[in-house]
């Protein structure tokens, strides 16, 4: 069950939830948004993939064909 703790606006929100996710990836917000700065604008793509340290975020523009993705590893070193 999730529960909307505050609303920003009709698309953002803080909430509990209470499971149905899967193991979370941890990063410094300081490097997620110098990740996202590197993308031309639009709508992007967000998910995560397996890594030997826990989950790797990727990103990618939504209109990119090719299967490149941006990605940031839960340690400094990419492997």
Do not use: F
Request: aromatic share 8%; hydrophobic share 35%; glycine share 6%.
């Amino acid at each position: 069950m999730t529960t909307i703790l505050h609303q920003y606006n009709d698309y953002m929100a803080i909430a509990e939830i209470g499971g149905g996710y899967d193991i979370p990836s941890r990063v410094e917000k300081s490097k997620l948004l110098k990740l996202l700065d590197e993308l031309p604008s639009g709508d992007i793509y967000v998910s995560m993939v397996p890594h030997q340290d826990g989950k790797c975020i990727i990103v990618k523009p939504c209109n990119l064909t090719e299967p490149s993705w941006w990605l940031l590893c839960p340690k400094e070193e990419v492997k």
